[in-house]
């Protein structure tokens, strides 16, 4: 078989690592720059799917929400989670990938053969596994996935905040929220995802934190799902980001373009790449979930009601992968539950009848 990855990114190269001969196609001249996502998983799940403990940078047992305005929820995390250096993480993958095609921006599929930006032809392919990741440039004909800019800096600041700090504040971020990462003693990674005005609300995130820039920003689509109907499409098949396989509830996805990839070139390795398809199905269903959850908390903006309500509970993260989970476990174990629940459902109401109708 010859089979064609577009994209070296954790996914596109978690593929072509376990198939030895794929040929990848790259746009950029390196992997793991231009540099776009906080880079923060969780560990038990790393573990599981391979990541190496040397492109771990820190380790986090606790995240803060809060709305900067006196309100804040406190999470333990069960297993913790991981800072990861993301560029070394995609060059210990492309080590052990023989055939990368640097500078090769593929434009279009038709059939078994890829057109690339400079008029080349290449193929015919027996797969073409897209891995482009959150630009979802040619993934975008099987499926639309919601995308959010996103814009991040890394700043030295005074503010000794613990850890992990998510913010939900709608002067900050209508659509989606903010985050304040501590990456070292006293330098943060601030960024935020919203539909507009990015460069104000980030510069107005870094000023209340009193903050100054170390380095240039970066950024770049941030995705909230939902995944994609199918994964397999004839000779295409897709994976990572260019599925929508991330978490909804906080665009998340290094994990899930690692365990994708791996399971896509299983099933290629076979001749089957149905057995992708179905090895994601529960996958899948779990992320759609997530996504109607994140209508209702972001869209209905709940959010903000809930942590109110919520202010000053203190709970176990159960499964920092799966928010579902996570937010459920917290709800039964705190008795204000009742009144969260129903602002949730008042906030929500219109959407599920019209869903359930």
């Given at each position: 078989?010859r089979?064609?990855?577009?994209?070296?990114?954790?996914?596109?190269?978690?593929?072509?690592?376990?198939?030895?001969?794929?040929?990848?196609?790259?746009?950029?001249?390196?992997?793991?720059?231009?540099?776009?996502?906080?880079?923060l998983?969780?560990?038990?799940?790393?573990?599981?799917?391979?990541?190496?403990?040397?492109?771990?940078?820190?380790?986090?047992?606790?995240?803060?929400?809060?709305?900067?305005?006196?309100?804040?929820?406190?999470?333990?995390?069960?297993?913790?989670?991981?800072?990861?250096?993301?560029?070394?993480?995609?060059?210990?993958?492309?080590?052990?990938?023989?055939?990368?095609?640097?500078?090769?921006?593929?434009?279009?599929?038709?059939?078994?053969?890829?057109?690339?930006?400079?008029?080349?032809?290449?193929?015919?392919?027996?797969?073409?596994?897209?891995?482009?990741?959150?630009l979802?440039?040619l993934?975008?004909?099987?499926?639309?996935?919601?995308?959010l800019?996103?814009?991040?800096?890394?700043?030295k600041?005074?503010?000794?905040?613990?850890?992990?700090?998510?913010?939900?504040?709608?002067?900050?971020?209508?659509?989606?929220?903010?985050?304040?990462?501590?990456?070292?003693?006293?330098?943060?990674?601030?960024?935020?995802?919203?539909?507009?005005?990015?460069?104000?609300?980030?510069?107005k995130?870094?000023?209340?934190?009193?903050?100054?820039?170390?380095?240039?920003?970066?950024?770049?689509?941030?995705?909230?799902?939902?995944?994609?109907?199918?994964?397999?499409h004839?000779?295409?098949?897709?994976?990572?980001?260019?599925?929508?396989?991330?978490?909804?509830?906080?665009?998340?996805?290094?994990?899930?373009?690692?365990?994708?990839?791996?399971?896509?070139?299983?099933?290629?390795?076979?001749?089957?790449?149905?057995?992708?398809?179905?090895?994601?199905?529960?996958?899948?269903?779990?992320?759609?979930?997530?996504?109607?959850?994140?209508?209702?908390?972001?869209?209905?903006?709940?959010?903000?009601?809930?942590l109110?309500?919520l202010s000053?509970?203190?709970?176990?993260?159960?499964?920092?992968?799966?928010?579902?989970?996570?937010?459920?476990?917290?709800?039964?174990?705190?008795?204000?539950?009742?009144?969260?629940?129903?602002?949730?459902?008042?906030?929500?109401?219109s959407?599920?009848?019209h869903?359930?109708?």
């Amino acid at each position: 078989m010859r089979i064609a990855v577009i994209g070296a990114g954790p996914a596109g190269l978690s593929v072509a690592a376990a198939l030895k001969d794929a040929e990848v196609f790259e746009e950029h001249n390196v992997v793991g720059l231009p540099r776009h996502c906080t880079s923060l998983v969780s560990a038990v799940s790393a573990e599981r799917v391979g990541i190496p403990r040397e492109v771990v940078v820190r380790r986090y047992d606790e995240l803060y929400v809060t709305n900067l305005d006196g309100d804040f929820i406190r999470f333990r995390i069960r297993g913790g989670v991981y800072l990861l250096d993301r560029p070394g993480l995609e060059r210990r993958l492309a080590e052990h990938v023989a055939n990368i095609r640097f500078g090769e921006k593929v434009t279009a599929i038709k059939g078994p053969y890829l057109y690339t930006e400079r008029g080349e032809k290449y193929g015919p392919y027996d797969y073409i596994v897209v891995a482009e990741g959150s630009l979802r440039r040619l993934s975008r004909a099987y499926g639309e996935v919601v995308r959010l800019p996103g814009l991040q800096v890394d700043v030295k600041s005074p503010a000794e905040l613990p850890g992990i700090t998510v913010v939900y504040n709608p002067k900050i971020s209508q659509a989606y929220f903010a985050w304040v990462v501590e990456v070292d003693k006293g330098v943060y990674r601030v960024g935020l995802a919203d539909k507009c005005c990015l460069v104000e609300k980030l510069n107005k995130l870094v000023k209340l934190l009193k903050g100054s820039p170390v380095d240039r920003p970066f950024g770049g689509g941030v995705l909230a799902g939902p995944p994609v109907q199918r994964v397999v499409h004839g000779r295409v098949v897709l994976v990572g980001d260019a599925a929508g396989l991330v978490k909804p509830l906080s665009g998340g996805g290094i994990v899930l373009a690692v365990k994708s990839g791996k399971l896509a070139a299983e099933a290629l390795a076979r001749g089957t790449p149905s057995l992708y398809e179905e090895g994601t199905r529960q996958l899948r269903m779990r992320l759609r979930a997530a996504h109607l959850l994140f209508k209702l908390l972001y869209g209905k903006r709940a959010v903000d009601r809930l942590l109110k309500t919520l202010s000053g509970g203190d709970y176990l993260a159960v499964d920092y992968d799966d928010h579902v989970k996570t937010l459920a476990t917290a709800a039964l174990t705190d008795p204000r539950s009742l009144a969260a629940l129903r602002a949730l459902l008042l906030a929500g109401y219109s959407y599920v009848s019209h869903f359930f109708k």
